[in-house]
């Protein structure tokens, strides 16, 4: 088993509204640099309902991340990662990319677990290495954490 990547954040934004920024907002903390798209992205979209897609608009073009597995809004959000080894799309391989919103006194707990990494196989423990570098997960929340203030 791979260790999870986990980065834990923190906004005065309520656990509803941290959700909700999170989901509609993805857009505007996530990387330009991070995309599979031949084209500039000109967005980035998590359909918020059960098997939702979650994927990003480059030109007239539609590149697939993964899926909505499971939400609560408020609470918690369970994406499927269908990115590869080489962060191409992987309809048939993916893993999991869990966002829970904790009350935290005025403010709450942003925690991001990426987990299921075995699954890269061989690549695993490079994927994951790229995943928790400083460029990788921490980069995306510390903005999230950021732009959410």
């Keep these: 088993m791979?260790?999870?990547?986990?980065?834990?954040?923190?906004t005065k934004k309520s656990p509803?509204?941290?959700?909700?920024f999170f989901v509609e907002e993805?857009?505007?903390?996530?990387?330009?640099g991070h995309s599979i798209g031949e084209e500039?992205?000109?967005?980035?979209?998590?359909?918020?309902k059960k098997d939702g897609?979650?994927?990003e608009v480059c030109g007239s073009t539609e590149c697939d991340w993964g899926r909505v597995l499971e939400f609560e809004t408020g609470k918690s959000l369970l994406l499927a990662w269908h990115l590869d080894a080489k962060?191409?799309?992987?309809?048939e391989n993916y893993t999991e990319v869990l966002v829970?919103?904790?009350?935290?006194?005025a403010g709450t707990l942003v925690r991001l677990e990426h987990s299921k990494l075995e699954r890269y196989g061989d690549a695993a423990n490079d994927v994951r290495a790229s995943l928790a570098a400083a460029t990788g997960w921490p980069d995306i929340m510390g903005t999230f954490e950021k732009r959410a203030a």
């Design 26 to 32: 993805i857009h505007s903390f996530w990387p330009m």
């Design 40 to 48: 500039p992205r000109t967005d980035l979209i998590i359909e918020l």
């Design 53 to 55: 897609r979650f994927y």
């Design 16 to 20: 509803e509204d941290a959700f909700r």
């Design 100 to 105: 829970t919103f904790e009350p935290e006194g």
């Design 2 to 10: 791979i260790e999870p990547v986990v980065v834990e954040n923190r």
């Design 87 to 91: 962060w191409e799309f992987d309809p």
